[in-house]
């Protein structure tokens, strides 16, 4: 049997995973198949994107409640399309 100390370890380090999806090398990527709108953020911007997906994936596994994923995602996917359209670029529409 897994205590639940242990399995807490694995759901942080499975958030993690997810979370770091954003990182590749030290370096600031896109996962452009999930979040294609991201490139529009600043390096600045992704990076706190990437923070607070992180932050929200570990609250929502630890609480059962993902709505605050979806709120943050959503958010910032409203944030890229207004970047988009001052630079005049298009944004990928994305089912959240």
């Known amino acids: 049997m897994v205590s ?3 399995l807490e370890r694995k759901i942080e380090y499975s958030a993690f995973k997810l979370s770091s999806l954003l ?3 030290g370096s ?3 996962e452009e198949e999930d979040f294609p709108w991201v490139n529009m953020l600043t390096k ?3 990076e706190e994107f ?3 997906l992180y932050n929200a994936i570990s609250e929502a596994i630890k609480t059962k409640n993902w709505s605050n994923v979806e709120y943050i995602i959503g958010c910032w996917h409203e944030t890229a ?3 988009a359209d001052k ?3 298009s944004v990928f529409s994305v089912e959240i």
């Open 28 to 30: 600031i990527k896109p």
């Open 50 to 52: 990437k923070n607070e």
């Open 4 to 6: 639940e100390e242990s």
């Open 87 to 89: 630079s005049g670029s």
């Open 44 to 46: 600045k911007g992704k």
């Open 81 to 83: 399309e207004i970047l």
């Open 23 to 25: 990182l590749i090398s």
